[in-house]
């Protein structure tokens, strides 16, 4: 068998000792430091996972928002063709409007005017009547007479339709 020896009882105990005193000063310093690593790296990732969870639901809100945007966009881009195309439609109503009530006004004028032209056309009717009737009757009819003749010619002349 293996001879025990001094020498190798001592390096076994120094051995030990060796272990011991490591247990002692160097283990559980150690595995302290393992432990926080652990725990940092564990919080870490609980920090990690968190604003992970938080950037989505900030996307979440992101996009959420996107559309609303996009929905007011269109309701905005829709009022304003609708408010262009009734602008435009007031703009035509105006002018249409506006193309009658000068259409009314030539009218008018031309009835005026159509109207004052056969005035001056009686009167000048009425003047070249009265010249002729005065020199046929002139010659034989008494001044009383003459004067009743031409009123009645004026007014018959007036009476006419334009």
């Not at 432990?35 to 609980?46: C, K, P, S, T």
Request: glycine share 2%; aromatic share 2%; proline share 2%.
């Amino acid at each position: 068998m293996l001879g025990l020896n001094a020498t190798l009882v001592m390096q076994i105990f120094h051995f030990l000792l060796l272990l011991l005193l490591l247990w002692l000063v160097a283990y559980k310093p150690l595995m302290r430091i393992l432990e926080e690593r652990q725990n940092l790296v564990a919080r870490n990732i609980e920090q990690a996972e968190a604003q992970q969870e938080e950037a989505r639901k900030l996307k979440e809100e992101m996009e959420a928002s996107l559309r609303r945007a996009r929905e007011e966009a269109q309701l905005i881009i829709e009022r304003a063709t609708k408010a262009s195309e009734e602008q435009a439609q007031a703009i035509l109503d105006a002018a249409k409007e506006e193309a009658n009530r000068i259409k009314e006004s030539a009218l008018a004028e031309i009835e005026r005017e159509k109207e004052r032209a056969l005035a001056e056309l009686k009167d000048q009717v009425a003047n070249l009547a009265i010249l002729v009737a005065g020199k046929v009757i002139r010659e034989a009819l008494p001044e009383e007479l003459q004067q009743k003749l031409i009123q009645e010619a004026i007014s018959e002349v007036k009476q006419l339709p334009c």
